[in-house]
Structures are given as structure tokens and as C-alpha cells.
């Protein structure tokens, strides 16, 4: 386990190269025509942790019970 600094995330540096078998961060947008009940399926994003606007959604694997948050 490696601990990321992630105390300012405004210096993190997003680019579109493929990073191979390295940890990384991914960033995303997306805009909501109606507010409703909603879920990201990460089944096909490996292993790792949600965050949106600064709160933890919590953690997901591909192999295990947690895949969609």
C-alpha cells in the first residue's frame, strides 16, 4: 500500500497516455438533466476508490462483492 499525497489535488497533472500496471488518478464530468437515483458501475475499472466533489463513495474490485457504487 502506497500512501498518494493527496492534500492539494489541484496539482495533479491529468493526461490521456495509458499508465500500464501503475496506480493512477482518473478525473470525469458528467451533467444531470433530472436529480434521481443514481449509481457508477466500476466493473471494469479494476480495483480502487470513488470520490465526487470531495466525498468518498467508498471502495470497488472487479472480482469482489462491491462493483457499482
Known sequence: MYSLPFSNVNKIVYSAKKAGDMPVVKKGTF????VANTYLDMSHYGKGVVWVNGHNLGR???VGPQQTL
Open 31 to 34: 451533467n444531470l438533466s433530472a
Open 60 to 62: 470497488y474490485w472487479s
